[in-house]
C-alpha cells in the first residue's frame, strides 16, 4: 500500500512539474468530396439547372407552418455538411416584379445589424438568365443570397444557410466549398416553358 501511494506521489510531482504546451485553436480537417454535377429537370418545373451529386433536392411544402405559395419551391440539401440552400419559385404577374425584387433586397438587409458588409452585384448568364447575388460579410445565418428573373414571368430566390451558430471563420471553408456549387447552379439555370400544377 505505501509503494502504492509512494508511486502515486511521484507520478503528481512529476506531472505537476512537466511544462505545459497550449495547442494552438483549430477546427475538424474536413473531407470535400469530388466536384460532380447532375441536372435537375423534373417535369412540369419551370426551371432546370445543375447541381452536386452529393446533394440532394427536396420538394419544400411547408412556408412557415402554411403551404408554400406554388408546388416549385426546393431545398437543396447537403446532408455532409448540414446546410442547404432555400429556393422559393413565384410568378410575375400574380407578383409585381417590383415588389418581388425590393423584398429581397429587405430579406437580405435584415442581416444589417450583424454584418460588417452586404454587396450586390448584377449578373447575367449565358443563358440569358438575369439576377443579382448578394454577399454578406459577418455573423449572418446566410451570408449568400440571390434571386434570378427573366422580368417578366419568372422570379426566383435563393439563399444558402448552415444548421449551425453562425461563425464566419469555422464555416468559411464549407462555404466557399458549397459557394462554387451554388454559383454552378446559378450558371447552369435554364427556364422551362412548362409551368403547369
Known amino acids: 500500500m505505501k509503494k502504492q501511494v509512494l508511486y502515486l506521489?511521484?507520478?503528481f510531482v512529476i506531472a505537476c512539474n512537466s511544462?505545459?504546451?497550449?495547442?494552438?485553436?483549430?477546427?475538424?480537417?474536413?473531407?470535400?468530396?469530388?466536384k460532380k454535377?447532375?441536372?435537375?429537370?423534373t417535369a412540369n418545373y419551370p426551371?432546370?439547372?445543375?447541381?452536386?451529386?452529393?446533394?440532394?433536392?427536396?420538394?419544400?411544402?411547408?412556408?412557415?407552418?402554411?403551404?408554400?405559395?406554388?408546388?416549385?419551391?426546393?431545398?437543396?440539401n447537403f446532408p455532409q455538411f448540414n446546410s442547404k440552400?432555400?429556393?422559393?419559385?413565384?410568378?410575375?404577374?400574380?407578383?409585381?416584379?417590383?415588389?418581388?425584387?425590393?423584398d429581397a433586397f429587405k430579406l437580405t438587409g435584415k442581416h444589417a445589424q450583424k454584418a460588417y458588409s452586404i454587396d450586390d452585384s448584377a449578373f447575367a448568364t449565358l443563358n440569358g438568365v438575369?439576377?443579382?447575388?448578394?454577399?454578406?460579410?459577418?455573423e449572418v445565418a446566410t451570408a449568400n443570397q440571390f434571386f434570378l428573373t427573366d422580368s417578366t414571368k419568372h422570379f426566383l430566390r435563393g439563399a444558402?444557410?448552415?444548421?449551425?451558430?453562425?461563425?464566419?471563420?469555422?464555416?468559411?471553408?464549407?462555404?466557399?466549398f458549397i459557394v462554387a456549387d451554388l454559383k454552378h447552379m446559378i450558371n447552369t439555370f435554364r427556364?422551362?416553358?412548362?409551368?403547369?400544377?
Open 9 to 11: 506521489f511521484c507520478f
Open 19 to 34: 511544462p505545459f504546451t497550449p495547442k494552438p485553436k483549430g477546427y475538424f480537417k474536413i473531407d470535400f468530396p469530388e
Open 37 to 41: 454535377y447532375q441536372t435537375f429537370n
Open 47 to 76: 426551371y432546370s439547372f445543375e447541381y452536386p451529386t452529393y446533394a440532394e433536392v427536396v420538394k419544400d411544402s411547408t412556408f412557415f407552418g402554411g403551404a408554400t405559395e406554388n408546388p416549385w419551391w426546393i431545398n437543396i
Open 85 to 102: 440552400i432555400y429556393i422559393s419559385y413565384k410568378e410575375i404577374g400574380k407578383n409585381s416584379f417590383d415588389t418581388l425584387v425590393t
Open 130 to 138: 438575369h439576377g443579382i447575388y448578394f454577399n454578406v460579410g459577418g
Open 160 to 176: 444558402l444557410y448552415f444548421d449551425a451558430t453562425p461563425n464566419e471563420d469555422s464555416l468559411s471553408i464549407v462555404n466557399r
Open 191 to 197: 427556364w422551362t416553358n412548362t409551368s403547369k400544377k
